[in-house]
């Protein structure tokens, strides 16, 4: 959040009282919708959400047919009224299934990007905080995670969760173990760096003044001032945890079939590649879209947030 | 110099004696132990041949005990024998060595010939059409899954124009054009995405240094833009450049496992990956070992590089 100089400040000094709760919320969103009109990728962007969110939300209702029902006798058909963008080798009907996939895909990357903020956020506001030597042993931890090849570990944990015989929920909350995991330790670098400068300012001061406790401080007040750059990282974050969790998939270390799932459809559909070239070509194209989304968007905030990058 | 080398590569001791420890306790927490799996193949189930199997792989043992030993002998590069091919496991995966580096460096270069010019351009003409082509080229390139570009590239050039051939290696010791032919498409598609990158980033460390100080001197002293775009600006902005693409190349000596498996490119990826197919759990815990230290050790290499080429960093 960029504070408002001290001129503007001085226009609020003879108001009776501050406004009430609702009538702050409807400026806040009304400022942050501003906001984002300035930056046309943020913007396309977050349309791009809008509608992914709306699909995934409203896939029970709009998805024409059950994803996993085959029809031998409709097999590879291209699109038609019925099927709006064909069948695929079983006879199951593309569009469902891309629905239904990416409602999970998006929860799993949902969910993994959350699980890492949370363990990595008070990890890295905590350890800026506190300073000293409690910080210098927590960063070399976090130096030693971010020294881990990710697609590694998250193959080791695919592996695992394979030979347990993981099934349905179970493998697709080892995944967002595994990427939440994985993020952790980028979100805590991130969280110390922005504490660290924050907590030399006054307002903290103040609040040590008052006889607030240092957790309390901590994350009662340094947390909500450093929560911007977080936001950025995660948005960006989350395209990527996509490509990993779709490129799992395609190697045939994701949800067993016949789960709807973008990677595994596509890696099915390369047999086909000459003859039905196009059951190959929508699941990527819905990855790219999904993907192009968040970063589109990651982009324009990072320039609304951060206005000194976005003279670039 | 020489002191924070040492301290650097002495941090690198806890990295790497948590990454045996993942590694094995990996193995550990399979279901069942390596003997079911090895007698499973072999067709014999007799208590005799389990307890001289038992014997053999030390599972008669405690888990520290093992561990200890087994680090002790993987140091020594003998991490036993593949439970597939029977042969020992180091061999299997020193074969793939050459030819994931081959690809791995022919990529990253193709990228940065791409970039460097392209991130370049963009920063001199920023805000015109060849800036917004670049941009927004660079951003669906960041977006696609390089499977995918991988398995486009294949239907276009080699099933649809039938110009290049679809997956395959040939040693370029054996037949150096030929074995450029098999190279070109995987080549393309880690250079085409790590570009997309390495373009961005060229673009905005350029911005950063044509805003400086220095470019103004040069301007004024009546030095022409190319000489001091080229001579001057460029080289500065290169150091990210160069550290981002030494940290790519890094990642992609241990994150090729998509496009050698799609390319069936004999390296180091595809030999884990058929590894966890096979379930050839020996391959598999050395295979992440070898890739997690040549990762972790081309980290050090770059950002050793780095402070070379970059001598304002401290070494602190």
Redesign the interface.
Known sequence: MTELPASKLAVFADLPALPGRRKRLVAGVSRAWYELRKSRTAFIGFWMLVVLFSACIATPWIATHDPIKQSYRERLAPPSEKHFLGTDRMGRDIYSRLLWGGRRLVTIALLAVTFGLSLGIPYGVLSGYFGGKVDTVAMRVVDGLLAFPGLLLYLLIVTLAREWKLEGIYNDLILVFALGFAFTPEVARLSRGTTLAEKQKEYVEASRAIGDGSFSIALKQILPNIISPLIVNATVRLGYVILIIAALSFLGLGTPPPTPDWGSDLSAARDYMETAPLIAAFPGIAICYTVLAFNLFGDGLRDILDPRLAER | MLAYFIRRVF??V??LL??TM??FT?VE???GNIIDTLVGTEGVNDPEVRKILEKEYGLDQPVYVRYVKWLGRAVQFDFGKSLVTRRPVAVELLQGIPATMYLAIVGISLSMLIAVPLGTIAAVK?NTPIDYAAQVTS??G???????FA??C??FFA?YLGWLPSSGFVSPFVDFWGSLKFLILPAAAIGFRQAAYTTRLTR?SM?DEMNKEYVDTARSLGLAERKVIFKYTLRNAMIPTITISGLQLA?LL??T??LE?IFAWPGIGRA??EA??Q?DYPL?QAG?LV??VI??SM?LLVDMTYRLLNPRVKFA
């Open positions: 941090y690198l806890p990295v948590v990454l993942v590694v990996f927490m399979l279901p920023r951003l669906i960041i977006s696609i899954p390089e499977f995918w398995i486009l294949v239907l099933l905005s911005l990642n241990g994150g496992v998509v498996t884990i990956y966890i197919i379930r598999i992440v890739l997690g990762v972790v980290n």
